[in-house]
């Protein structure tokens, strides 16, 4: 191939992803150049990493810095640093593809909620799509390039349009310009004041120069402060400052919940600037629950994939953690059982949690807001980390039977009945009325709160916690509980039990099988029938899930309550006496277990049996 241009197709998703930034009315538009240095210093950064392994890569020249240079007369704008460069293969795997997981799911999304969205807008950049959004401003983009250590330069150009060429080229330098042919209407673009103004609002931070300069030769005066803004301190580090940098790091456009920015200082001297996101990211969930933590050494970027650096459950953070003690030619294969990134990791953790816990107290409606994104993702934590459960069950909040806003387990305690020993809670779908459950009525009757919990995490972290503050946490759909020792709130007649004992009898007798027990039911008010897990036996909600996932779940007969007091109840006790009733007794049984199945949110083995059985007592009813 001597030099031929080769046409290639961008991927599917690029295609798409360009047809919505061409018809979004997007009124940021310049944040085109931020995409580009943020490229750049990366780029620099990556060269800078790669360095310390491989010293000839840098060839005498680690001084980096990005340019930035105007072309009036072509409207062109170049942007050119000294990083890594691109070879072939990189050109085509990152300016012709998205390589993100989850990339098409995200684009559904973001065509769904149409693309003026300024919601758009923000989210752009934490997808890492960067680059194509200068395809805003331009008709044509170029990127020049030469990798560190290879001899042969390549050029990348398209004009956005569904197609773009790679063909072989001359680059003096190392690293990539990339080329700007800017749209008539963007001649705002060519003017130096505009872009020192863009260049400060949102790349000041970045640790290298940005050089402007207003011809293609010209030397360029720096444009940005070009210091890390975790080595500033407290009072040096302004909150536009703050902005701009989580801008960078988490890609996302409106400001954080709170900034965590420290330094520990004794065996281990580290500085931190971590940042609690004010929205969520759109990959929160993926399998993986990468960090997207960066870690640096003595101010040198290393990876920002230190799976060691912090817990699964704490991946929302964004941020940087600055090392000095590690060493700086540290592989990320050597991070993976460091002593010293463990002993970090530890003491990062405790420091977010605490400084979320001050959140939580300062900003209560703030903490709100963060939970809902973020507490399912803590409460992996719960689960996971032995450690920290305490701190993390403190942080927890809850909807609950009792209050219209969420509460925490401390709230909950402090609002414990007279006799109620334990917390409890019902787990289940969100969608579904989980505080109409009939499982509740017991518990409601005498006042007592039960937590409801919709997260798919929630059918794990009670059973594994236990106990919270002495209090056992138990399902209400578990077990029999013994409400007795509590007062209801209301004076309600007792019917013995001992009344219906022929009924439950007679019950046993048909169900067979099909439940483990019938009993009287403590837990009923209004409901005539429903069903619970026996003690050890697996929650309701939890086997339905595990099944769902298709786990093969030991398959644990129910039990079945009856209400004693409910008239239907009743009038099938009265009636059993008579010798007539002997047979319909056995549909009345079946069908209150299938309705007891249906209120709990089990599937009926035959739905249509059930409704023969409906319509046979209908029948005897007219
Ligand atoms: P992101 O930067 O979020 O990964 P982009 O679309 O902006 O997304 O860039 C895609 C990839 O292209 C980058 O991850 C990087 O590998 C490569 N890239 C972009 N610009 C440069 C550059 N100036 N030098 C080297 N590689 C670059």
New binding site residues.
């Given amino acids: 191939m001597s030099g031929a241009a080769e046409t290639m197709e961008f991927q599917a998703e690029v295609g798409r992803l360009l047809r919505l930034m061409a018809h979004s009315v997007y009124s940021e538009k310049e944040i085109f150049l931020r ?1 580009l240095i ?3 210093s ?2 620099c950064d990556r060269l800078r990493y790669a360095a310390i392994a491989n010293p000839a890569l840098v060839d005498g020249n680690s001084n980096f810095e990005i340019r930035i240079s105007i072309d009036k007369e072509n409207r062109r704008l170049i942007i050119s ?1 000294n ?4 070879d072939r293969d ?1 050109l085509v795997k ?2 012709g593809s998205i390589a993100k997981s989850g990339a098409s799911d995200f684009l559904a999304t973001l065509e769904a909620t149409s693309a003026s969205d300024k919601a758009s807008a923000h989210i752009i950049g934490q997808f ?5 959004s200068t395809f805003m401003v331009a008709d044509t983009v170029e990127a020049l ?1 030469r990798k560190a250590g290879d001899s042969q330069a390549w050029l990348w150009k398209s004009d956005g349009e569904g197609a773009y060429t790679v063909e072989q080229s001359e680059k003096a330098s190392r690293g ?1 310009d ?1 080329i700007l042919t800017l749209k008539e209407e963007e001649g705002e673009f060519l003017e130096a004041f505009r872009l020192r103004h863009i260049i400060r609002s949102y790349s000041d931070h970045i640790p290298i120069p940005v050089l402007l300069s207003e011809d293609l030769n010209g030397d360029g005066e720096q444009a940005n402060a070009g210091r890390a803004i975790w080595t500033l301190s407290k009072t040096e580090a302004t909150d536009e400052a703050h902005r701009e940098f989580y801008s960078h790091v988490g890609g996302m456009g409106e400001g954080p919940w709170r900034t965590i920015h420290w330094r520990a200082e004794g065996s281990l001297e580290y500085s931190g600037l971590l940042y609690l996101p004010s929205s969520k990211p759109f990959n929160l969930f993926n399998p993986e629950r990468k960090s997207r933590v960066k870690l640096y050494v003595r101010r040198v970027f290393i990876t920002d994939e230190a799976e060691e650096l912090l817990p699964g459950y704490l991946r929302f953070l964004v941020g940087v953690i600055d090392s000095e003690d590690l060493p700086l030619n540290v592989s990320r294969e050597m991070l993976q059982r460091n002593a010293v990134l463990r002993q970090i990791r530890t003491g990062v953790v405790r420091r977010v949690l605490r400084e979320i816990e001050e959140g939580a107290k300062a900003d209560p409606e703030g903490y709100q807001g963060f939970w809902n994104n973020f507490g399912p993702v803590l409460k992996e934590g719960v689960y996971e980390d032995i450690n920290n459960r305490e701190a993390l069950l403190k942080l927890c909040r809850f909807q609950s039977t009792e209050s219209d806003g969420l509460v925490s387990l401390e709230d909950y305690i402090s609002r414990m009945k007279d006799g109620q020993e334990a917390i409890y809670f019902i787990t289940g779908e969100a969608g579904r009325n989980l505080a109409g459950s009939s499982q509740l009525e017991g518990f409601k009757a005498r006042g007592i709160e039960v937590l409801l919990l919709t997260d798919p995490v929630d059918d794990f972290w009670p059973a594994a916690v236990g106990i919270f503050s002495d209090k056992p946490i138990r399902s209400v759909t578990q077990g029999g509980e013994d409400l007795d020792k509590i007062q209801k709130t209301e004076a309600e007649e007792e019917t013995a039990a001992s009344d219906i004992d022929p009924l439950l009898s007679r019950f046993r007798e048909v169900l067979g099988e099909a439940v483990k027990d019938v009993r009287v039911s403590k837990r009923l008010t209004d409901s005539p029938v429903c069903i619970v897990a026996d003690d050890g036996d697996l929650d309701l909600h939890l086997s339905r899930m595990l099944q769902q996932h298709g786990e093969t779940v030991p398959r644990s007969a129910r039990i079945l309550e009856l209400n004693a007091r409910h008239p239907l109840i009743q009038g099938l006790s009265g009636k059993l006496a008579q010798k007539s009733f002997s047979e319909e007794v056995e549909i009345y049984a079946r069908v209150l277990l299938d309705q007891a199945r249906i209120a709990a949110g089990e599937p009926l083995e035959d739905p249509s049996v059930y409704g023969r059985r409906i319509a046979e007592l209908m029948v005897r009813g007219l």
Avoid at 83 to 86: C, E, H, S
Avoid at 128 to 132: K, N, R
């Fill in positions: 995409e943020s490229n750049a990366d780029a640093d990083g890594i460069g691109m990189d990152y300016l890492g799509i960067g680059f194509y390039t990539t990339i």
